[in-house]
């Protein structure tokens, strides 16, 4: 681990436009994350816990610069994401990358899994040695590099997965954010993407925010926990100690939910 | 294998007959369409001229697949230019949302607002009737129609994840919109193009029939039936076979306009 | 009271529900858990004879005595809300969204009970306080889009409610929910059913939530029933290697995630992933996925037997330890 910070979110808030109620008032505003600061090291996991409309998608989103944040910073290798312009962003993309929820819709239906891994590459502006690429990241996943001229629908649930992890780490970035990465997965299958997961991470070095609403998921993973509701940090801290002493009663609702042994 | 809808198998045996007699009428007709002969006129159906003469004499198997032709090839000119350019509008509007999406969608409604008929008339009393000005009416009219399909189905998909996963990987929105957006939007875009075509048929027969689309000689069952409307009483039978002309064509493409939905979208055909 | 022997559902050639044998008695608690593609919807739509046409049944499903494994769908609608009801996963997808509430849940009264409508609007308003929704009577007025999902949920459960059934089924009533609600909710459903009498059948992936609402646990793996028991005693000794692979995936939020050198911990896990219908294995359907594989498991399929009274499971290693 290295001192400067990989990745630094401060003060970051987003409020969105509701929909107007009347033409008299102005149209009300949906706060969706408050004041969310944290900062993570090279080879770390920060767990990111809420339920839906706690802000955790909303933050994942701000992090991988797909929409402007209203308030505070992201700032990625000590440049601030959301100053940069267009083309310096792009460029700096392949340095953060995302997985998302849903297995079935994060790759596109009409084309071969070989051409959606390929693509961060591609847009990057390389065009040399791809097949050789996509066959490692393949490799590194677990699947076989035949796989590469197969559509989506052939592929498991968790293959899927696979798929888009192997898209995700073929630039070799130093970031990744998983969107629930796991919860569309049977628990069978959950288990090896986590272990997968941490796999990569040791090989590659990577910082990992993960975001669930599984506690228990969050909990095998992550070095540190943030746990968000309605758009505010309730606590944050080492894993370890907020999954044994949780000092929010709505953390100790997550982990009630979420143990086996009652 | 799942069994093709009968609106779609209906529809695709009617177009496959039109198209066919237009594209064989590219090399061979009965007796050449526009050569007159005034002995002949009004001539019953025989075996050198299976439908019989008009009031000229002239061939009426031949002409009916001249017009075939002339149809065709306005409704393909009409759908493709005027599509195209809604296709890359509603893309344009997808894509960069904002003020431009709601610039290009205000223009669409402004030309739905405005009648294909009235456009036409208008570009015939400026630039004089042809069947060209027919064809640029036809198109400007589909351009909103185009617009709106694309803009809605580019909406539905960028909020898939493999768009966001596109934008992840650093490309661009255009670039994103033809390797992402169009070819998952292809089917409505085609659906909607052979419901058009159809439209387009009808509405090249309603413009030649009020004189602002093809020009003598050239054959038009609009104009076929517009020129047999005064002999209705002395022989119908003229305005019968262009009619029937126009509606297998109009019921055929509309058919397997609607039979590609159902079966591209089943959602479609189980709510109807 | 419910009593299905041998139950197996066919889709042409695959087995996708193979010989399920289990009672229900008054007042029971029953967990159905399983993966994607174990089964245990089907098994819950086959008690409520809702299983697809495509689907041959065969083995024995009986309700008050009365074999319904080949009944019509005129004899069902005599069964369904009187003796069986269900509570679906999706509670916004299995309310007509223009019916307001209070319509949707007074219809299977008015309908089965033939209750006028002031008797099936009073017993609609006590059966809205006993799921827990303020204000009845508003609510009874209002659309399903005016409400949370928790309300919502409740709203479904009252509607199952509706003609008294002795038997509930939740198809995963929680899996929608966001844990505060989730937790409240399978509260509920529990409490309903000791209050009422009534059998409970709660099928779900998610053991912990199995393991708050039930006595009583069915795991089912690939369309077999592969280990049941109190629920307990199953999750705490689990006979079954799927059971045991399945409860050890299940990450523990009591334990550190990296090791005394500081290196991240692995979770156990199944290796593989569940076949497709077609590509079931001959014997055994868990093996070429399981850690203790005996050389028989892949062509002979094991038998379900009684470890004791209360338990037992489908395995070639329970057989073969009683064998020795």
Known sequence: MTDAPLLEVRNLTRRYKLPRQSLLRAPPV??????????????????????????????????????????????????????????????????????????????????????????????????????????????????????????????????????????????????????????????????????LLMDLQDDLGLGMVFISHDLAVVGSVCDRVLVLQHGKTLESGAALDVLRAPKHPYTKTLLKAAGVRP | ???????????????????????????????????????????????????????????????????????????????????????????????????????VMRLADLGFAFPALLFAIMLAAVFGPSLTNAVLAISFINIPIFARVTRASANQIWTRDYVAAARAAGRGRFAISRDHILPNIAAAIIVQATIEFAVAILAEAALSYLGLGAQPPASSWGRMLSEAQTLMYLAPQ?????????????????????????ITDPRLARAR | MIELANLSAHFGDAAALRDVTLTIQRGDQLGIVGESGSGKTLLALCLMGMASDSAHLTGRLSIDGRDMARASERDWQQLRSRRVAMVFQEPMAALNPLRRVGDTVMEPMLLHEGLSRGEARKRA??????????????????????????????????????????????????????????????????????????????????????????????????????????????????????????????????????????????LPTIPGAVPPLHALPQGCRFSGRCPVELPCCAAQRPVFSQTDQARGAACHLLTERRDD
């Open chain 1, 30 to 195: 949906l706060t969706a994350l408050e004041g969310a600061a944290f900062s993570l090291c090279a080879g770390e996991t920060l767990g990111v816990v809420g339920e839906s409309g706690s802000g955790k998608s909303t933050l994942a989103r701000l992090i991988m610069a797909f929409e402007r944040p209203d308030e505070g910073e992201v700032l990625f290798q000590r440049r601030d994401l959301h100053g940069l312009s267009s083309g310096e962003l792009r460029r700096l993309r392949r340095g953060f990358q995302m997985v998302f929820q849903d297995p079935f819709g994060s790759l596109n239906p009409r084309r071969r899994i070989g051409w959606s891994i390929a693509e961060p590459l591609r847009a990057s502006g390389e065009t040399e040695h791809l097949g050789y690429r996509v066959a490692e990241a393949l490799t590194q996943v677990g699947l076989h590099s035949a796989d590469a001229g197969k559509y989506p629908h052939e592929f498991s649930g968790g293959q899927r997965q696979r798929i888009a992890i192997a898209r995700a780490i073929i630039t070799r970035p130093a970031l990744l954010v998983a969107d629930e990465a796991v919860s569309a997965l049977d628990v069978s299958i959950q288990a090896q993407i986590l272990n």
């Open chain 2, 1 to 103: 294998m799942r069994r093709l809808p009968a609106n779609f198998l209906l529809g695709a045996v009617l177009v496959s007959l039109v198209v066919g007699i237009a594209a064989l009428s590219l090399v061979w007709t009965p007796h050449d369409p526009q050569t007159m002969s005034i002995p002949t006129k009004f001539a019953s159906p025989s075996a050198i001229h299976w439908l019989g003469t008009d009031q000229l004499g002239r061939d009426v198997v031949a002409q009916l697949m001249a017009a075939a032709r002339n149809s065709m090839t306005v409704a393909l000119v009409a759908v493709l230019l005027g599509g195209s350019i809604g296709v890359a509008l509603g893309l344009l509007a997808s894509a960069l949302g904002g003020w431009v999406e709601d610039g």
């Open chain 2, 238 to 262: 003229l305005a019968i076979y262009p009619g029937l002309c126009i509606v297998t064509a109009v019921l055929g493409f509309g058919l397997l306009g609607d039979g590609l939905r159902d």
């Open chain 3, 125 to 266: 308003l006590s059966l809205f306080e006993e799921v827990g929704i303020p204000n009845p009577d508003q609510r009874l007025r209002q659309f399903p889009h005016e409400m949370s999902g928790g309300q919502r949920q409740r709203v479904l459960i009252a509607l199952a409610l509706a003609c008294n059934p002795a038997l509930l089924i939740a198809d995963e009533p929680t899996t929608a929910l966001d844990a505060n609600v989730a937790l409240r909710i399978t509260d509920l459903l529990q409490r309903l059913a000791r209050e009422r009498e009534m059998a409970l059948v709660f099928i779900s992936h998610d053991l912990a939530a199995v393991a708050r609402a039930t006595d009583d646990i069915v795991v089912m793996y690939a369309g077999d029933m592969v280990e049941r028991g109190p629920t307990a005693e199953v999750l705490n000794a689990p006979a079954h290697p799927y059971t045991k692979g399945l409860l050890g995936a299940r990450p523990d939020p009591g334990v550190a995630v990296r090791d005394v050198k500081g290196k991240r911990r692995r």
